[in-house]
T-cell receptor, first 114, second 114 residues
Framework: DTGVSQNPRHKITKRGQNVTFRCDPI?????LYWYRQTLGQGPEFLTY????????KSRLLSDRFSAERPKGSFSTLEIQRTEQGDSAMYLC????????????FGNGTRLTVT | DQQVKQNSPSLSVQEGRISILNCDYT??????FLWYKKYPAEGPTFLIS?????DKNEDGRFTVFLNKSAKHLSLHIVPSQPGDSAVYFC?????????????FGQGTRLTINP
C-alpha cells in the first residue's frame, strides 16, 4: 500500500487549454474524492465516487469540469478551457465505505494557468 | 459562509510544551470531526478524529476535545516536538450534508521552537 498517488505533481498551462489529472486511490478503498485548495484556505469539496458511481458534485464544479472513475479504481479530473481562476492545488482522497472512515489524501496536483 | 473556523492563523510553541489548536463550527448537524496535518508540498495527513457521541479522544501525544454546546473543538499536542511544525486543519462532516463531504477550516500554522 503506497497511499494515494496523483499525477502530475505540477501542471502549467495557458488559458483556454484543457488539462487532465489522474488519481490512483488506496487499493482497498472504494470511495474516491476530489478537493481543491487555494492559498490560505482549507480544501474544498468538489465531487466523490462510490466505486464507479459519481454520487455528489459541488456547486464549485462548473460544467467545464468533469470527473470519471470508469472501472471503480483510478479517477481522472478534466478541466476544459482553463481560466486563471482555476489555478489551485487539486487534491484526491480515498476512504473505505464506512461513513466515519477518515479520508486519506494524495500529495495533490498544482495547476497554474497563465 | 464559513461553517468551520480556525481563528488563529499561526501559533508558536516551545519544544516540550503543550500546543493547543482551536476550531469553532456553526452547523449543529455536524457529527464527525477530524484533524489533519499538512507539510509543504504534501497532501493533508489524517491525525485524529472524534464523533459527536464523545467529548474526548486520545491517540498518543494527540488529544481532541469536543464541546458540543459551545460548538468548539481543540487539539492538544503534548509534548510538542519540532516535527509537529506544520499547518493543522480541522474538518467536520454530518449525515445531512453527506458524511464524507468534509468541510475544512482555514488552517493554523504551528511552529515548534527548540
Amino acid at each position: 500500500d503506497t497511499g494515494v498517488s496523483q499525477n502530475p505533481r505540477h501542471k502549467i498551462t495557458k488559458r483556454g487549454q484543457n488539462v487532465t489529472f489522474r488519481c490512483d486511490p488506496i487499493s482497498e478503498h472504494n470511495r474516491l474524492y476530489w478537493y481543491r485548495q487555494t492559498l490560505g484556505q482549507g480544501p474544498e469539496f468538489l465531487t466523490y465516487f462510490q466505486n464507479e458511481a459519481q454520487l455528489e458534485k459541488s456547486r464549485l464544479l462548473s460544467d467545464r469540469f468533469s470527473a470519471e472513475r470508469p472501472k471503480g479504481s483510478f479517477s481522472t479530473l478534466e478541466i476544459q478551457r482553463t481560466e486563471q481562476g482555476d489555478s489551485a492545488m487539486y487534491l484526491c482522497a480515498s476512504s473505505l465505505s464506512s461513513d466515519y472512515s477518515p479520508l486519506h489524501f494524495g500529495n495533490g496536483t498544482r495547476l497554474t494557468v497563465t | 459562509d464559513q461553517q468551520v473556523k480556525q481563528n488563529s492563523p499561526s501559533l508558536s510553541v516551545q519544544e516540550g510544551r503543550i500546543s493547543i489548536l482551536n476550531c469553532d463550527y456553526t452547523n449543529s448537524m455536524f457529527d464527525y470531526f477530524l484533524w489533519y496535518k499538512k507539510y509543504p508540498a504534501e497532501g493533508p495527513t489524517f491525525l485524529i478524529s472524534i464523533s459527536s457521541i464523545k467529548d474526548k479522544n486520545e491517540d498518543g501525544r494527540f488529544t481532541v476535545f469536543l464541546n458540543k454546546s459551545a460548538k468548539h473543538l481543540s487539539l492538544h499536542i503534548v509534548p510538542s516536538q519540532p516535527g509537529d511544525s506544520a499547518v493543522y486543519f480541522c474538518a467536520a462532516s454530518g449525515r445531512i450534508q453527506g458524511a464524507q463531504k468534509l468541510v475544512f477550516g482555514q488552517g493554523t500554522r504551528l511552529t515548534i521552537n527548540p
